[in-house]
């Protein structure tokens, strides 16, 4: 009966155990994405100010354009620019 008892109670360890990780896997798995595509944003800001150079447009990198870029991928970039280009 003991025996019965133990397999039950790692059972339901084994079972919160795996539901702990599914729930706390989702927002890490978001923070992840999102810092990747901040790093691709900074890049495509960079590879901008060198094009958009020739023309004397710069986009400042700060934490805003980073972020906006991240969220909103390339529409994000070119409201950056159109942004810089109204003000």
């Given at each position: 009966?003991?025996?019965?008892?133990?397999?039950?109670?790692?059972?339901?360890?084994?079972?919160?155990?795996?539901?702990?990780?599914?729930?706390?896997?989702a927002p890490i798995r978001g923070?992840?994405?999102?810092?990747?595509?901040?790093?691709?944003?900074?890049?495509?800001?960079?590879?901008?100010?060198?094009?958009?150079?020739?023309?004397?447009?710069?986009?400042?990198?700060?934490?805003?354009?980073?972020?906006?870029?991240?969220?909103?991928?390339?529409?994000?970039?070119?409201?950056?620019?159109?942004?810089?280009?109204?003000?």
């Amino acid at each position: 009966m003991q025996i019965l008892m133990d397999i039950g109670i790692i059972a339901v360890a084994i079972l919160l155990i795996y539901v702990g990780v599914k729930i706390l896997a989702a927002p890490i798995r978001g923070i992840v994405k999102f810092l990747l595509h901040a790093g691709l944003g900074i890049l495509v800001l960079i590879l901008v100010n060198i094009v958009s150079g020739f023309f004397n447009i710069y986009v400042p990198i700060t934490w805003t354009s980073v972020v906006v870029s991240g969220l909103a991928g390339i529409p994000g970039i070119a409201l950056l620019i159109l942004l810089k280009l109204l003000f």
